[in-house]
């Protein structure tokens, strides 16, 4: 698949290759629908350095079907918690005044504002808000409607794979470009704890076969996989922020705290530094290295005026600061100015 979108602009921001890595703050469950607690993730969030906080317009009305599904999630100091999905979705929801402000205090800050859809009414209100992305979850793959209605606005559309296949994928990116959607931010992403399966080869194959950036959207606070994906080619990183994990609500456990995502951060800065270049190059220190790892040729033999010099009466040996050992080809056949002894290390001075 091919397309002109590889690389997306949001804001003052370039993501895709040749670009440094885009950071984003997972605040979509941390801020527990309390307005004032999601200013101030914001705030941190800005100290911290990233490039956007994302957050989630769930509606669960809208959304839920059943009410009484349940969901049981990991706390911190209290174990294994248990609530149903409506209650723990109305706790996150917020009126589109307060959204508005939550989106304007983003901006005020130099930060995306980015925000999964869940249903489709969600769409025009993050249009009237102020979105340069629509987001949705892996769990929306099959909404053709809402995929189709993000597409009609002619925006990016950002998508965590998760229960996606090659096809599903395909599929799902044709519904949005068929409607008029302009470009696609992938998000490698799972729901497991079984390594075998996690297939992080899944990043470059993507950003290959269909074109876009593609970033990786970790479900916990495991650094490991996040410091892999960067040397598979990753464009986006997304990470969940909260204030305090002891908070008793679901996504407090698998976050990092403040303190524990400035070093992430810090590393994910720092192995991005390390990608180099698209060539091979060696390194300021090995450079300097090199004039005592590198072998100079040296007799192994002694030799007379006049004599020639050939292979057998040379040896490679440290320091490299004579005649290099990848010169020996022109050095046999010389013949020698004087008398030299063995063990000499030879200039090229001392024949003609």
Same mark, same amino acid.
């Given at each position: 698949?091919?397309?002109?979108?590889?690389?997306?602009?949001?804001?003052?921001?370039?993501?895709?290759?040749?670009?440094?890595?885009?950071?984003?703050?997972?605040?979509?469950?941390?801020?527990?629908?309390?307005?004032?607690?999601?200013?101030?993730?914001?705030?941190?969030?800005?100290?911290? #350095?990233?490039?956007?906080?994302?957050?989630? $317009?769930?509606?669960?009305?809208?959304?839920?079907?059943?009410?009484?599904?349940?969901?049981?999630?990991?706390?911190?100091?209290?174990?294994?918690?248990?609530?149903?999905?409506?209650? $723990?979705?109305?706790?996150?929801?917020?009126?589109?005044?307060?959204?508005?402000?939550?989106?304007?205090?983003?901006?005020?800050?130099?930060?995306?504002?980015?925000?999964?859809?869940?249903?489709?009414?969600?769409?025009?209100?993050?249009?009237?808000?102020?979105?340069?992305?629509?987001?949705?979850?892996?769990?929306? $793959?099959?909404?053709?409607?809402?995929?189709?209605?993000?597409?009609?606005?002619?925006?990016?559309?950002?998508?965590?794979?998760?229960?996606?296949?090659?096809?599903?994928?395909?599929?799902?990116?044709?519904?949005?470009?068929?409607?008029?959607?302009?470009?696609?931010?992938?998000?490698?992403?799972?729901?497991?704890?079984?390594?075998?399966?996690?297939?992080?080869?899944?990043?470059?194959?993507?950003?290959?076969?269909?074109?876009?950036?593609? #970033?990786?959207?970790?479900?916990?606070?495991?650094?490991?996989?996040?410091?892999?994906?960067?040397?598979?080619?990753?464009?986006?990183?997304?990470?969940?922020?909260?204030?305090?994990?002891?908070?008793?609500?679901?996504?407090?456990?698998?976050?990092?705290?403040?303190?524990?995502?400035?070093?992430?951060?810090?590393?994910?800065?720092?192995?991005?530094?390390?990608?180099?270049?698209?060539?091979?190059?060696?390194?300021?220190?090995?450079?300097?290295?090199?004039?005592?790892?590198?072998?100079?040729?040296?007799?192994?033999?002694?030799?007379?005026?006049?004599?020639?010099?050939?292979?057998?009466?040379?040896?490679?040996?440290?320091?490299?600061?004579?005649?290099?050992?990848?010169?020996?080809?022109?050095?046999?056949?010389?013949?020698?100015?004087?008398?030299?002894?063995?063990?000499?290390?030879?200039?090229?001075?001392?024949?003609?």
């Amino acid at each position: 698949m091919h397309n002109s979108f590889s690389t997306i602009k949001l804001g003052s921001k370039i993501i895709g290759d040749g670009h440094p890595i885009y950071i984003m703050a997972d605040l979509g469950l941390t801020n527990g629908g309390d307005l004032d607690r999601s200013l101030k993730l914001i705030d941190k969030a800005a100290e911290l #350095g990233v490039d956007a906080v994302k957050f989630q $317009m769930i509606e669960p009305e809208k959304l839920l079907g059943d009410k009484l599904a349940e969901y049981t999630y990991q706390t911190l100091k209290n174990g294994l918690k248990t609530e149903k999905y409506y209650n $723990m979705f109305s706790k996150l929801s917020y009126s589109e005044s307060e959204w508005k402000t939550i989106a304007d205090y983003a901006k005020s800050k130099k930060l995306e504002f980015i925000c999964t859809a869940h249903v489709i009414e969600a769409v025009a209100v993050l249009e009237r808000v102020g979105v340069n992305i629509h987001k949705i979850c892996t769990w929306s $793959m099959n909404h053709k409607r809402l995929v189709q209605e993000i597409g009609k606005t002619k925006k990016p559309l950002m998508l965590d794979t998760g229960m996606f296949t090659t096809s599903t994928l395909l599929r799902t990116l044709n519904w949005h470009i068929e409607c008029g959607g302009l470009g696609v931010i992938i998000l490698h992403d799972f729901h497991t704890l079984n390594t075998s399966q996690m297939n992080f080869r899944a990043i470059p194959f993507m950003k290959k076969n269909f074109g876009y950036p593609v #970033g990786y959207t970790p479900q916990g606070r495991d650094k490991d996989m996040d410091f892999m994906s960067i040397g598979l080619g990753v464009n986006v990183l997304e990470k969940r922020l909260t204030l305090d994990r002891s908070i008793p609500e679901n996504g407090h456990f698998k976050s990092l705290e403040p303190n524990e995502f400035s070093l992430w951060i810090k590393r994910v800065k720092e192995l991005e530094s390390s990608l180099g270049f698209y060539s091979v190059l060696p390194t300021d220190d090995d450079m300097k290295i090199s004039k005592i790892g590198f072998k100079s040729l040296y007799l192994n033999q002694d030799i007379k005026k006049n004599e020639i010099i050939s292979n057998v009466m040379i040896s490679a040996k440290r320091p490299g600061d004579g005649i290099l050992a990848d010169k020996i080809d022109d050095v046999c056949g010389k013949t020698a100015r004087h008398d030299i002894k063995k063990g000499t290390k030879l200039k090229w001075e001392d024949f003609y």
